[in-house]
């Protein structure tokens, strides 16, 4: 599970990599999230020295990976896919087989599209509660009675309001899923605008020096980071 | 639980209305969801009678309503709360005693917003799904599988994408509730973006003429409704 | 040309206003810039006494003002129109007739969405151009040169780099015609995505103290007013 | 001035290209509009062989080329700049030096941003001022009498009330430019929400078949293209 295209690359490509041991009868998964154009490289250059290759990223961060509750997006050769599931049964909470290489890098990434819309979403109900005279909290409480409760908001809502954005999904990682997931809906002429809108706030975030932080830390802007009148020319 | 404000001022100011029957000792409880204008008006014209008064609009619709599920928010006068709790336990899940008259009105909207917001979220992931070669209902799976899981995304994701739009909550009252919550925020000067981007896709689902169809068919507006080529000049 | 509709509606109704003199034959004109409510109320107050009434906002600000280069949007009693043209010839560049009331209230709206739209945009720009290494004073050049060159571009982008923001229409006045407008576009099922997106800026705006600057102030918004890093939580 | 970056990269690399033929005390002038990657591509390899290289991609479309109005937006080689500029003086109304190779590309960028979302400004004030009663017609007079008059609102205005779509500048290539303008903000941490709610409609626009219309044909979105009620599920 590397961290980015290179290191992938560099695993399969390189000296002692991947391609001088694959061969006929072997295949390679690789778990890492990378774009689909870097996982269609490694498909086409396993499959030419015959071997086979599953991209199989994953979708859940810290906490879920340290309770086995990973979700498994894999794809490419489904006879490898199969022979894997006994492992990813292990790994994960459950696994699917989408098709095509690409496919994996694409669920995930609409996945945390919305992911990243639903913080917005949730920033702007909390800050709206606050100045409007009502608490913070007991919005949180309400929501989480409702048809709109999930584990992100329960997790998520009480760090950020202590302003907590220790990082378990990093701000500047996923602004970069947004960017991509809109991309493909350019690629495809989808039109976004509410995640589009999402997207510009995590960028605001970026510029105000919060890529590192959790991704929640876009509260921060949504609340007026380094405003609240202290923006006077 | 009334419709609307001309309904809930009607039932106290009329000829034979509450106003006729209040008075010292007496409270009344109004459990519609009506603005916070409204409430005050009625809420001066009871304590003016000697009476006491709370508004307790609920969140939830139709289904959680008929399992006992719905959540109240109340606000007013704390006593004659404290006096409804055991009916309030019965009628729903919880209640919540949010303070001043306007606040139920208000937490109901933010509540909404939110909701508002996600099923953009939700229709922009589906669309995004759906042509770039993935499946939707396999986006709905691992959705449910993760940290955005969500009632509202299970019950209402199979509707949408089998296009049943038959309403529990008429998009155009979906779509004044975020007027109103966005309404709400320029009063306190709080810019939310992404609501303001979900509240206009409802706007325009209303112009398609889909204001009494469910919420979720807004998701007609995302996938481009009438359009799909259509749309020559 | 009263600043408010609380001022426009004292001058008539008040004791000594304007409806203990109106009457058969004679007619009221307004220039204020007021809702179509209010204008309303004065012109059915006014007609009721047998006069004549003609709402007459304006469109442009102090420096169209002083140099008598106000376009006059009015509205209401024809005749009241035709017999106020050499007036109006002398106050503005040119006079518009309407229609019924509200008319011209309804078009300084519209006129001042698109206005608070496209100075978003200069914003935008010139905060890109800044950001990706060009020189904005260049942008505000080529843009004089090109399709897109405009007197409210030409008058206000130098001011704006140099971070001076005196006001000649405060910015707290253009979001409340953006409001204006957008609540027009929900009542009549009309969504503007990108008149919403502009309106929030200057939402922004206000919360970060810049309401009584003038309405480029915006620009401190796109920059990251109060940012630079310093947002940090 | 090639239309696209293959084009530009073929004329220069391939046999009896450009490459085959510069070397030192020769310079290349290449006036395509090609993205900053391609044109530093280009610059190199001109370099490597000792010849000089200037990028000028112009700003404008059909018209001003007609009559002789286009802006030239030079970078690169400034020796080279300054023995085009008697050229330039009879192909353009003005040139720039922007300084190092992209920044001409990267202004057209700019200047095509402000210009899309420009165009989303006069849409919905269009489709504003028609269903709220005003005529379309009207508002264009206003604004052709104000300070947001410009050659743009004033040719297209007209052409867009009539449905008249003919592509002077394809919607697709102004979508394009905006998702790279959109990209640069991205890479230097811009946020852009007008901009961005501008893109999403041209990309709603290309998703109804209008990707070969003229740019204005985004009106058609604004107004609910294929809509008007025939938008049920």
Same mark, same amino acid.
């Given at each position: 599970m590397l961290s980015d295209p290179s290191a992938a690359l560099s695993v399969v490509f390189d000296k002692d990599g991947v391609l001088e041991q694959i061969g006929s009868g072997k295949g390679y998964v690789d778990m890492s999230t990378v774009d689909a154009a870097t996982s269609t490289k490694i498909s086409e250059a396993v499959k030419q020295k015959g071997g086979a290759f599953l991209e199989a990223p994953v979708s859940g961060s810290k906490k879920p990976a340290e309770d086995g509750q990973l979700v498994i997006l894999a794809a490419g050769d489904k006879p490898l896919y199969d022979g894997m599931i006994p492992a990813f049964d292990v790994l994960g909470k459950k696994s699917f087989f989408l098709g095509e290489i690409g496919n994996g890098a694409k669920m995930k990434l609409v996945v945390n599209m919305v992911m990243g819309s639903m913080m917005n979403s949730l920033s702007e109900g909390l800050c709206l509660a606050d100045k409007s005279g009502l608490s913070p909290q007991t919005l949180l409480d309400v929501?989480?009675?409702?048809?709109?409760?999930?584990?992100?908001?329960?997790?998520?809502?009480?760090? &950020?309001?202590?302003?907590?954005?220790?990082?378990?999904?990093?701000?500047?990682?996923?602004?970069?899923? &947004?960017?991509?997931?809109?991309?493909? %809906?350019?690629?495809?002429?989808? /039109?976004?605008?509410?995640? /589009?809108? /999402?997207?510009? /706030?995590?960028?605001?975030?970026?510029?105000?020096?919060?890529?590192?932080?959790?991704?929640?830390?876009?509260?921060?802007?949504?609340? %007026?980071?380094? %405003?609240?009148g202290s923006g006077q020319p």
């Amino acid at each position: 599970m590397l961290s980015d295209p290179s290191a992938a690359l560099s695993v399969v490509f390189d000296k002692d990599g991947v391609l001088e041991q694959i061969g006929s009868g072997k295949g390679y998964v690789d778990m890492s999230t990378v774009d689909a154009a870097t996982s269609t490289k490694i498909s086409e250059a396993v499959k030419q020295k015959g071997g086979a290759f599953l991209e199989a990223p994953v979708s859940g961060s810290k906490k879920p990976a340290e309770d086995g509750q990973l979700v498994i997006l894999a794809a490419g050769d489904k006879p490898l896919y199969d022979g894997m599931i006994p492992a990813f049964d292990v790994l994960g909470k459950k696994s699917f087989f989408l098709g095509e290489i690409g496919n994996g890098a694409k669920m995930k990434l609409v996945v945390n599209m919305v992911m990243g819309s639903m913080m917005n979403s949730l920033s702007e109900g909390l800050c709206l509660a606050d100045k409007s005279g009502l608490s913070p909290q007991t919005l949180l409480d309400v929501l989480d009675l409702g048809a709109i409760a999930n584990p992100m908001f329960k997790l998520k809502g009480p760090t &950020m309001l202590q302003g907590s954005y220790s990082p378990a999904f990093p701000l500047k990682h996923q602004q970069k899923d &947004m960017r991509l997931a809109l991309a493909l %809906g350019d690629e495809n002429a989808v /039109a976004m605008p509410v995640s /589009a809108a /999402a997207n510009e /706030a995590f960028k605001k975030a970026r510029s105000l020096g919060l890529g590192d932080q959790d991704f929640s830390a876009v509260y921060e802007v949504v609340k %007026g980071a380094g %405003g609240s009148g202290s923006g006077q020319p």
